[in-house]
């Protein structure tokens, strides 16, 4: 991103930053794949990478129907 989008972007992340729900709207983003805008003070790029490293947080993976 550059240009005036970048700008657009970092206003956004600032104004992020302050937000008593970043961190489940972050997640929202994550889970639905939301791949514009920014979004728990991140851009579609950070997410990808997020999403790249794998699943957030310790939870237990959720077993598979039929026992699999």
């Known amino acids: 991103?550059?240009?005036?989008?970048?700008?657009?972007?970092d206003r956004a992340k600032q104004v992020c930053a302050g937000c008593p729900v970043r961190e489940p709207c972050l997640e929202?983003?994550?889970s639905t794949?939301?791949?514009?805008g920014?979004?728990?003070?991140?851009?579609?790029?950070?997410?990808?990478e997020l999403s790249l490293a794998g699943p957030r947080g310790?939870?237990?993976?959720?077993?598979l129907r039929g026992g699999r």
Not at 33 to 36: F, N, S, V, W
Not at 38 to 48: A, E, I, L
Request: no cysteine.
């Open 38 to 48: 920014v979004w728990g003070g991140t851009d579609p790029g950070q997410r990808r």
């Open 28 to 30: 929202y983003a994550l």
């Open 33 to 36: 794949r939301q791949a514009h």
């Open 1 to 9: 991103m550059e240009g005036p989008s970048q700008s657009q972007a």
């Open 58 to 63: 310790n939870a237990p993976a959720r077993p």
